[in-house]
């Protein structure tokens, strides 16, 4: 997701290769967490906070042998 641009349902679910509706319920699940905001029909956003705890994240290098060094990380995994 971009943080200058709402992400769209319908393009998240043709990059990743997935139908709309698991992206809309995905998503309907992280906005229920208040991890995402929907914003106007048919797009959400990160709000803030979570925004600057992800560069937080981002900006410090995994450790040598986590799981995750490495990896790619299927979101829509479930």
Do not use: F
């Not at 914003?39 to 959400?44: A, Q, R, S, V």
Request: aromatic fraction near 2%; include cysteine.
């Amino acid at each position: 997701m971009s943080p200058d641009a709402p992400a769209r349902v319908d393009r998240a679910a043709a990059q990743l290769g997935v139908s709309a509706h698991r992206v809309r319920r995905a998503l309907e699940d992280l906005a229920d967490a208040h991890l995402v905001q929907w914003e106007g029909p048919g797009g959400c956003r990160l709000p803030a906070l979570v925004r600057e705890y992800a560069a937080e994240l981002a900006a410090v290098p995994a450790a040598p042998g986590h799981p995750l060094t490495g990896s790619r990380v299927d979101p829509m995994a479930a």
